[in-house]
T-cell receptor, first 114, second 113 residues
Framework: KAGVTQTPRYLIKTRGQQVTLSCSPI?????VSWYQQTPGQGLQFLFE???????NKGNFPGRFSGRQFSNSRSEMNVSTLELGDSALYLC?????????????FGPGTRLTVL | AQSVAQPEDQVNVAEGNPLTVKCTYS??????LFWYVQYPNRGLQFLLK??????LVKGSYGFEAEFNKSQTSFHLKKPSALVSDSALYFC???????????FGAGTTVTVRA
């Protein structure tokens, strides 16, 4: 079974631009979560989607948004990029996102904001 | 709110020696605990989890972890470390009604030949 895939793997943007990252979950998984990983803040939860609905959201500004499609694929968007948005963005999928459910991570998208 | 502490930024061991990576947690109610490993420029790989039952959990690649409720700890162990175990290890916790994983800061493990 194919794992979680994320595209693109690398992105370079400039301040003020916007970016869209894509995540395809493991087949049959309906929950998709997004995390931001930085050297200073570590792994921080962005949001979680299940059946096209955002169920939970982390403490990030409104510039960070996401959505999920009917096939469970998910996208996240960051508008008006800032230097501090440079990070590895990780997507994780699980069957139903419940508390005992295992999240499986993709390889991440490395975003660099210049 | 739940939280995880990994008290050691780095752990260095010789190949063939036992490896332990420490983790303590704080959560309301029963915890659900996870260990992940991250290799350079890669995502996180799931190693094992504790949900309920036996306090000793066995996972992938010869790793195991021991849940200790009284000490609120979930230490990761491997009896005989390999050079290929050198990586960044994360402990994570969820509470009963949580969708998100709360991660520790990570521990860098270096296994020398």
């Amino acid at each position: 079974k194919a794992g979680v895939t994320q595209t693109p793997r690398y992105l370079i943007k400039t301040r003020g631009q916007q970016v869209t990252l894509s995540c395809s979950p493991i087949s049959g998984h309906r929950s998709v979560s997004w995390y931001q990983q930085t050297p200073g803040q570590g792994l921080q939860f962005l949001f979680e989607y299940f059946s096209e609905t955002q169920r939970n959201k982390g403490n990030f500004p409104g510039r960070f948004s996401g959505r999920q499609f009917s096939n469970s694929r998910s996208e996240m968007n960051v508008s008006t990029l800032e230097l501090g948005d440079s990070a590895l963005y990780l997507c994780a999928s699980s069957l139903d996102g419940g508390p005992t459910d295992t999240q499986y991570f993709g390889p991440g998208t490395r975003l660099t904001v210049l | 709110a739940q939280s995880v502490a990994q008290p050691e930024d780095q752990v260095n061991v010789a190949e063939g020696n036992p490896l332990t990576v420490k983790c303590t947690y704080s959560v309301s109610g029963n915890p659900y605990l996870f260990w992940y490993v991250q290799y350079p420029n890669r995502g996180l790989q799931f190693l094992l989890k504790y949900i309920t039952g036996d306090n000793l959990v066995k996972g992938s690649y010869g790793f195991e972890a021991e849940f200790n409720k009284s000490q609120t700890s979930f230490h990761l162990k491997k009896p005989s470390a390999l050079v290929s175990d050198s990586a960044l290890y994360f402990c994570a916790v969820r509470g009963r009604n949580d969708y998100k994983l709360s991660f520790g800061a990570g521990t860098t493990v270096t296994v020398r030949a």
